[in-house]
């Protein structure tokens, strides 16, 4: 048996590991610093009122990918859940994605959707060309009005920074649509495990080939005896940040428990001046139970010092100047060495996009090992 060490026991690890055990020929362990597995995917129920919560923000599965679609049902049973986020701006209400109604409720109008794709089309301003920040991005896609009143403060108190400063990128993961379709996802296959995603990846890590340790921080002197290492935890933190740290957010919540019905949703966004970027209401996330309390988490967002967790890479000029020095230094290290996920490769990924590259990493893994 090879031995093959993980690292992290997120979603990334769950899949790398149970892909090279289900191969036959490898002993993996994976270690995890927090006290559970699941990673930022955690789920755990509140031990006052029995919801299942979605310990580090709402997460809805959601792929394109048959394939993707099927391996996480192998694992756990999925119930489609549609994400139906709503969005209070400084003129109200409204639904999130900016869709039809959206357009026509915050204009007062009753257009069709030609006619609004028209409207929208005079609104937007024109950069030479490719707009090259999600601020031009957004001008360029739905004009400065709607910038103003659904994107820009959000932004602003969601990435710590200018929207100028921020990759296009950014703004075309939300759609635009000229439709009253009012999904936040556009994908074939959308849902939610039925006990969790933390459930669905202990079975995951459910295979005689596999030990999984918690509590257990990553030493560099525990690689001696492994054939091959994946490594999920921040790139910068395993070079000891020795060319600088690479810029990430942090979220943080403030839970609170209530009677009845909170929000009357699973998500509300702020965008308008306030200090919290979003509110979620977990019951909703598992509309197949009934509670009669509820658990709300208002969500802030702020700069990671290194006590803090990493969430989102930012990605600006600098940090990828950073991410370079790091990738060029883990090239020294590979194949041996596979630097994998969200943090190790200091990505802004969902989770169909990790299910996919890990099948692919544990993939080339096998071939190269
Ligand atoms: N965004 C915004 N207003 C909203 C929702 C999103 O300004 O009501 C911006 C924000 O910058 C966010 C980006 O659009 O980071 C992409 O949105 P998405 O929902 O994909 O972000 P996530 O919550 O996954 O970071």
């Given at each position: ?23 036959g ?22 031990p ?28 756990a ?10 969005a ?101 296959y959308q ?9 669905m ?115 600006l ?45 544990a ?7």
């Amino acid at each position: 048996m090879k031995k093959i060490l993980i690292v992290g026991a997120g979603l990334t690890g769950c899949v790398v590991a149970r892909e090279l055990a289900e191969y036959g020929g490898y002993s993996i362990d994976v270690i995890e610093l927090r006290p559970h597995i699941g990673g930022n995917c955690h789920t755990e129920r509140c031990p006052d009122t029995g919801i299942m919560q979605h310990i580090h923000g709402p997460h809805i599965f959601h792929t394109n990918n048959k394939e993707a679609w099927e391996y996480v049902n192998k694992f756990a049973e999925f119930i489609p859940f549609i994400n139906r986020v709503m969005a209070t701006t400084s003129a109200g209400i409204f639904s999130m994605p900016i869709n039809l109604l959206t357009i026509n409720q915050y204009f007062r109008r009753k257009m069709s959707p030609s006619e609004a794709k028209d409207f929208l089309a005079s609104q937007c301003i024109k950069f030479e060309g490719e707009p090259n920040n999600f601020e031009e991005q957004a001008l360029a896609t739905i004009g400065p009005d709607l910038y103003e009143n659904f994107f820009k403060s959000y932004t602003v108190k969601q990435w710590g920074c200018q929207p100028d400063a921020l990759s296009a990128e950014i703004f075309k993961r939300i759609p635009i649509r000229y439709t009253y379709d009012d999904n936040y996802f556009t994908d074939a296959y959308q849902g939610i495990p039925k006990f969790g995603y933390t459930e669905m990846m202990g079975r995951m890590l459910d295979h005689t080939n596999i030990k999984v340790a918690v509590n257990t921080p990553f030493d560099h002197s525990i690689v001696k005896g492994y054939y091959s290492i994946v490594y999920t935890g921040s790139i910068d933190k395993y070079f000891d940040y020795q060319y600088g740290r690479l810029g990430y957010r942090t979220v943080y919540f403030k839970k609170r428990i209530a009677e009845g019905n909170y929000l009357g949703n699973g998500v509300m966004n702020f965008c308008e001046d306030s200090l919290h970027t979003r509110i979620h209401e977990h019951k909703w996330f598992s509309p197949w139970e009934r509670h009669e309390s509820t658990v709300v988490f208002t969500e802030f967002s702020k700069e990671t010092s290194v006590i803090d967790t990493p969430y989102y890479p930012k990605r600006l000029a600098n940090d990828l100047a950073i991410l370079q020095l790091y990738n060029d230094l883990a090239k020294t290290l590979y194949p041996r060495m596979r630097f994998a996920g969200r943090l190790g490769t200091y990505r802004y990924v969902s989770m169909h996009e990790v299910v996919d590259s890990s099948i692919a990493l544990a993939r080339s893994l096998r071939r190269n090992l």
